[in-house]
């Protein structure tokens, strides 16, 4: 009797918790992730590299911790990068923060970008991927997508 007693018991406890982990999840507002910049570094003989400059808005009323950020960059409907960063940053609540991406290129991925990007002083872009977060319920992954225009003349 007393051990069919603590199985409920315990039975219930977990229901408790993993129902407060659901809630905190529910609760969770995914980031607004957003193109801010591109930055070029470098070009050497086989390709170059560049920064992706991410502005993340986070829109909760509590602060996250950003632990790794995934990303496909699209020119057009060209991919020209694909990564990975896993990078602890914090995200302040209600406010943005910038993420830089590192990104390498080859060549003739850059070449397909600077041939519009020079023809018409401007790009449609796409960047999409997954940010896992620490919440207050625990880690939490989330994909996100962005899209607009990147203007070189405005620089």
């Not at 129902?19 to 980031?31: D, E, H, K, Q, Y």
């Not at 957003?34 to 930055?39: I, S």
């Not at 995934?70 to 914090?90: E, P």
């Not at 991925?109 to 990007?117: F, H």
Request: aromatic residues 8%; contains cysteine; charged residues 20%.
């Amino acid at each position: 009797m007393k051990a069919r007693g603590w199985m409920m018991a315990m039975a219930v406890t977990a229901a408790t918790i993993g129902g407060c982990a659901s809630l905190g999840r529910a609760a969770f507002a995914t980031p607004v992730v957003e193109l801010k910049d591109v930055r070029f570094k470098g070009v050497g003989a086989t390709g170059g590299s560049l920064d992706l400059i991410l502005s993340v808005y986070n829109p909760n009323a509590y602060r996250l911790d950003a632990r790794r950020v995934s990303y496909h960059l699209f020119v057009d409907t060209n991919q020209v990068a694909v990564g990975t960063i896993d990078k602890m940053v914090t995200l302040t609540e209600h406010a943005k923060t910038d993420v830089t991406l590192p990104v390498s290129f080859t060549f003739q991925q850059l070449l397909g970008a600077a041939s519009m990007l020079t023809r018409a002083g401007s790009v449609d872009y796409r960047v999409v991927g997954q940010v896992t977060v620490a919440t207050p319920a625990g880690d939490v992954t989330r994909p996100y997508e962005s899209k607009g225009r990147f203007d070189s003349l405005r620089r």
